[in-house]
Each structure stands twice: as C-alpha cells, then as structure tokens.
C-alpha cells in the first residue's frame, strides 16, 4: 500500500500563488508515476500535471502549463504543485495520485492505483 497525504490548500486572492505537497509513504517501490488532479463541485476530477517518478519528465494541462510547476524532493519522499497567477477558475479540491504504471495514460483518473484525501484550494477574485 501507498499513502498519500496532501497539504498546503487554503484562500487566496486572484494573482497569488500556493504551494502544495503531497507525502509519499508506504510501500512505494515501483511507482513510476505521480499527478496531481482537482475537481471543482459538480464536476469530474481532471488533470493537471504528472511527473515520472523515474526519469523525472513532466506533462501539464493546457491550463496548468506556465503558471503551475510539479517537482519532487531529492529523497523522492514529497511532490509539490507551485501554483502561480491563481484564477478563480483554478479553484478546486486538489488530489495527488500515484501509479505503478509507466506510458502515456498519465492524465487518466483511471491510471492512479492510490490517491490522497485532497486539499481545497479557493481563489477569490
């Protein structure tokens, strides 16, 4: 099992920027791939940026790329998503994934073997 604990939500205004992280634990040998996904009120949970565990590559949705930055820590034991030039749009709850798969499925829910509780993001305008 892998357990994944996200942090860092909260309010903001419109043009400031956030970071979250979420803590890897468990058995994580073997996981290739980490993403962070949100899911407005109503709405299905969508991507928004992946990183390979391994060889550390990163893919971002259209609205993500440019103000958002998925990285990992050297110890391989924390993501974070730098979110920057926050919209009310990017309000959401915030979930990061972790998956044993390795390709090109990365922005699929369905790709995610584990998923944190999420942390809610809310920016005003």
């Known amino acids: 099992q892998v357990q994944l604990v996200e942090s860092g939500g909260g309010l903001v205004q419109a043009g400031d920027s956030l970071r979250l992280s979420c803590a890897v634990s468990?058995?994580?040998?073997?996981?290739?791939?980490m993403g962070w996904f949100r899911q407005r009120p109503g709405e299905e949970r969508v991507f928004v940026a992946a990183?390979?565990?391994?060889?550390?590559?990163?893919n971002y949705a259209d609205d993500a790329r440019g103000r958002f930055t998925i990285s990992r820590d050297n110890a391989r034991s924390t993501m974070a998503l730098q979110m920057n030039s926050l919209k009310s749009e990017d309000t959401a709850v915030y979930y990061c994934?972790?998956?044993?798969?390795?390709?090109?499925?990365?922005?699929?829910?369905?790709?995610?073997?584990?998923w944190g509780q999420g942390t809610q993001v809310t920016v005003s305008s």
């Open positions: 990183l390979s565990w391994t060889s550390g590559r990163k």
């Open positions: 468990g058995h994580t040998s073997g996981l290739e791939t």
């Open positions: 994934g972790a998956s044993r798969n390795y390709g090109g499925g990365y922005a699929r829910t369905t790709w995610y073997e584990y």
